[in-house]
């Protein structure tokens, strides 16, 4: 009975943590969605405070969640990939924010998405769609 019980309480947790990690996945497309919207509003300081948030969800959802498995069922550790968005677009992005330099903005948040996009292509989620970058 014990065992029962302690092997539906992991279930529900595992399912629980999957459901924390598509919700903070979702958030970090509306927060993207937002930076972007604020940039071209020209509210430099908000979209690079909006773009930090999106960080975080991305972030957070990894953290909780670090291996998935890949096609071919093949256990795949995704914070190496983390590693490389953070340093990759998601520095040139802050860098155009904080520069307020519309033009590099533009390219710096096409190549983010593509990157994210890139991470869910490993896990064989390429099916995952994302809202274009206006
Ligand atoms: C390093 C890997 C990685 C990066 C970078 C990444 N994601 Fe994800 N994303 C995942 C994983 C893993 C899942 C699947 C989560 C799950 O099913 O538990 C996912 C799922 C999603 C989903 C679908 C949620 C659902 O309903 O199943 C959306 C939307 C999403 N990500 C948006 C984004 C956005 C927007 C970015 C960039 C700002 C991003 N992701 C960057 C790994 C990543």
């Known amino acids: 009975m014990k065992r029962i019980i302690l092997l539906s309480t992991s279930i529900a947790l595992a399912s629980c943590a999957s ?8 958030a970090a497309q509306t927060k993207l969605q937002a930076a972007r919207k604020l940039q071209q509003g020209g509210q ?8 930090e948030r999106m960080h975080s969800s ?3 959802s990894i953290e909780t969640a670090p291996t998935h498995k890949g096609p071919g069922g093949i256990l795949v550790d995704i914070r190496p990939l983390l590693t490389g968005w953070e340093t990759g ?3 040139s992005l802050k860098s155009a924010l904080q520069k307020h330099d519309s033009h590099s ?6 190549s983010l998405r593509q990157q994210c996009m890139n991470c869910h292509a490993v896990i ?4 995952i769609k994302l809202q274009e970058i206006p």
Request: no cysteine; aromatic share 12%.
């Open 124 to 127: 064989g989620k390429a099916d």
């Open 44 to 51: 430099w300081d908000a979209a690079l405070e909006m773009a």
């Open 89 to 91: 677009p998601f520095a």
């Open 105 to 110: 903005a533009t390219s710096a948040f096409a």
């Open 58 to 60: 991305v972030a957070k």
């Open 19 to 26: 459901f924390i990690n598509t919700h903070r996945m979702h």
